[in-house]
C-alpha cells in the first residue's frame, strides 16, 4: 500500500496550481492536509489583524473545498517543527509537500521542519507556489540578483512564458485526521466576540477564498482591463483589479493571473497588468536576496536619517485627520475596507515619511496591521521605494504634492466625497484644498475647518522644505525636483 502523504498550506490557500498538493497526490497515496498557525515562528511578522480576519474566512473556504473533495483539513496551533514530524508519525507519512516560503520567518520555519522531520528519518519536498519563479537562481547575467525593477521585468519576460497552471484535483483521498485538532474559533483570529466590530464593512466589500478570487478575477477581466492603463490611477472609480489579498493568501497563483491574462486579452492594459503582476515578483525576490528588508533600510546612508518621531503627528495620519483630503480618504479607505488604492499607498506614505518625518517603519507597522493584503514582501519594499531607501527607490527629493496628486486622480473629488463625508459638499475648486476656500463657501458646505476636519498638520510648502532638508542632511548630492 502507498504510504500516506502530508501536505502543509502555508501562503497557498488553494487546490488549483498548488505543485505541493499535486505532487503529494503524484504518488497516488492518501493525503492529510494541515495548516499551522505558527505565532511564535513568525515573531514581529505575525499576521496583523485585518489579515487574520481575511485568514479565518479563506481558511474556512479551503476546508470547505477540502472537505468536499474527501479531505478534511487539519487545523493546528504551535511550533511547525513540532507539530509537523508528530502528525508524519502519527499517520505514517515519510514526506510532507508544501509551497517554498518567501517570508525570513518562513524560510526559518522550513528549515527547522526540514531538520526535525530529518532527524525522524522523513522528508520536507518544497514546491514552487507562491511565484511566477524562484528567485534563487534568477539574477543577471553576472549571477548577482536583480536590484532594479525595469531589467528585472525585461529578464522576466525575456525567460519566456511561466508554466501553465495546474488544475484543481477533483478528489483528494484523504486520512482519516488525528484527533485534537483546532477550530477556526479556537484560533481566535476574528471576530472576537465583545469586541468592537472593526470589520464590519469587510464582508460586503471582499470574498476571502479561491472562489472570490476567480470571481474578482472575472469582474476585472468584465469591467476594468481594457481601460486599466488610464483607470487603475483614479483612486474614485474601480480600475484595479482588487486582486491583491487573493494574491497575499495564495488563493490564485501568478501563475494563473498571468495565463488568464494572456488568454483573455492583449493590448495596453493587459500589458500594463502583467507589469504590476511583476512588480509583486519583484518584491518577493527582492525579499528572498536581502532578508532584512522588512526592517532596515536597504540603503545603509539612510541609517543616519534624521526622523522625528512625533506619536500625536503618527495618529492623526493613521486615523485620517492630516487636513489633506487625499491622504485623510486613503487612510479612512484603509480602516474600512482593509484595503487602499495604490496611488492613495504612494501619496499616503510620502506624507508620513517626507512631510512629517516619520519612520517608515511606523507607517509599514500600520499598513501591516490594517490592510487585508498585508504582504511583507510588498509592504516593506513599497515603502522602502517611497522613503527613497530601497534598492530601486523613488529619488528622496521626489516629495508628492497631496493637493496635486488629488486634483490630479481625483479631479471631481468623487474619492474624497465617498470617505470623507464632511468635506463632500465642497465645490470641487476645493476639495483638495479646503483651507484655500473663501469662509462663505465653507458655510455653504456646513463646514469650519478645525472643528468639522482639521486645518494641514503641516503647512504644504514648509513640509517639503522640512524633507528637502532632512536629506540635505544626509550629505547627499541632491536635486530638488518635485513629484506632481
Ligand atoms: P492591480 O493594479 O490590479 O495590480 C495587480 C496585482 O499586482 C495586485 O493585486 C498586486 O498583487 C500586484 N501589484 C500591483 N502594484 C504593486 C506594487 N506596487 N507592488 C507590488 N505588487 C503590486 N501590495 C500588497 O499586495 N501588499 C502590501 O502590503 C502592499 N503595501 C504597499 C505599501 C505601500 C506604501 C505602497 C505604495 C504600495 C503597497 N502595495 C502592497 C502595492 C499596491 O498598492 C497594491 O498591490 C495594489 O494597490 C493592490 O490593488 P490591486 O490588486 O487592485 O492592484
Redesign the pocket.
Known amino acids: 500500500m502507498t504510504a500516506p502523504v502530508l501536505i502543509w498550506f502555508r501562503h497557498d490557500l488553494r487546490l488549483a496550481d498548488h505543485a505541493a498538493l499535486h505532487a503529494a497526490l503524484a504518488g497516488g497515496g492518501k493525503v492529510l492536509p494541515l495548516f499551522v498557525l505558527d505565532d511564535a515562528a513568525a515573531g514581529e511578522a505575525r499576521y496583523g489583524a485585518a489579515g487574520r480576519w481575511w485568514l479565518r474566512q479563506s481558511l474556512a473556504a479551503l476546508a470547505e473545498s477540502l472537505a468536499a473533495r474527501g479531505a478534511p483539513l487539519l487545523l493546528a496551533r504551535g511550533r511547525a517543527e513540532t507539530i509537523i514530524p508528530a502528525l508524519a508519525a502519527a499517520i505514517g507519512a515519510p514526506e510532507v509537500h508544501a509551497g517554498r516560503a518567501i517570508e525570513p520567518w518562513a524560510r526559518e520555519q522550513s528549515r527547522r521542519v526540514a531538520e526535525a522531520l530529518g532527524d525522524a528519518g522523513g522528508a520536507l519536498r518544497l514546491h514552487t507556489t507562491v511565484v511566477l519563479r524562484e528567485p534563487h537562481g534568477f539574477g543577471s547575467g553576472s549571477g548577482k540578483p536583480y536590484a532594479v525593477y525595469t531589467p528585472f521585468a525585461k529578464a522576466m519576460l525575456a525567460a519566456g512564458e511561466p508554466e501553465p497552471p495546474l488544475p484543481a484535483p477533483e478528489r483528494i483521498p484523504g486520512v482519516e485526521p488525528p484527533a485534537g485538532g483546532e477550530t477556526l474559533d479556537s484560533f481566535g483570529l476574528y471576530p472576537v466576540p465583545g469586541e468592537p466590530d472593526w470589520a464590519a464593512a469587510f464582508p460586503a466589500q471582499w470574498q476571502p477564498g479561491e472562489a472570490g478570487a476567480q470571481a474578482r478575477l472575472a469582474r ?1 477581466f468584465a469591467t476594468s482591463m481594457g481601460a ?1 492603463a488610464e483607470a ?1 490611477n483614479l483612486p474614485g472609480v474601480e480600475g ?6 487573493h ?2 493568501w495564495g488563493e490564485i497563483s501568478p501563475r494563473q493571473v498571468w495565463h488568464a491574462v494572456r488568454g483573455a486579452a492583449q493590448g495596453p492594459g493587459a500589458e500594463t ?1 502583467l507589469k ?2 511583476l ?2 515578483e ?2 518577493y525576490h527582492l525579499l528572498w536576496h536581502r532578508p532584512e528588508m522588512p526592517e532596515r533600510n536597504l540603503r545603509r546612508e539612510f541609517d543616519a536619517f534624521p526622523w522625528q518621531r512625533d506619536e500625536a503627528l503618527l495618529r492623526a495620519w493613521q486615523r485620517g485627520r492630516t487636513g489633506y483630503p487625499i491622504v485623510d480618504a486613503g487612510m479612512r479607505q484603509l480602516w474600512q475596507l482593509g ?4 496611488r492613495v ?2 501619496v499616503a ?1 510620502s506624507l508620513l515619511v517626507k512631510h512629517l518625518l516619520q519612520p517608515w517603519q511606523a ?2 507597522a500600520w ?2 496591521d490594517t ?1 487585508v ?3 511583507l514582501a ?2 516593506s ?3 522602502q ?2 522613503a527613497g531607501c530601497g534598492t530601486d527607490a523613488a529619488p528622496y527629493f521626489r516629495v508628492f504634492n497631496p493637493v496635486l496628486q488629488g486634483e490630479k486622480f481625483d479631479a471631481d473629488g468623487a474619492y474624497v466625497r465617498r470617505f470623507v463625508p464632511e468635506l463632500a459638499k465642497l465645490p470641487a475648486a476645493f476639495i483638495h484644498k479646503p483651507w484655500e476656500a473663501p469662509e462663505a463657501r465653507l458655510a455653504a458646505a456646513g463646514l469650519r475647518l478645525g472643528r468639522d476636519y482639521p486645518r494641514p498638520v503641516v503647512d504644504p510648502a514648509a513640509g517639503r522644505a522640512c524633507a528637502l532638508a532632512a536629506f540635505a542632511a544626509l550629505k547627499q548630492p541632491g536635486a530638488t525636483g518635485e513629484a506632481a
Do not use: K
Open positions: 476585472f486599466y487603475r484595479s483589479s482588487g486582486l491583491s489579498p494574491h497575499r497588468f504590476e503582476v512588480w509583486r519583484f518584491a484595503w487602499m488604492h495604490n499607498r504612494m506614505a507607517g509599514a499598513f501591516w490592510l493584503d498585508a504582504d510588498s509592504n519594499a513599497s515603502w521605494w517611497v
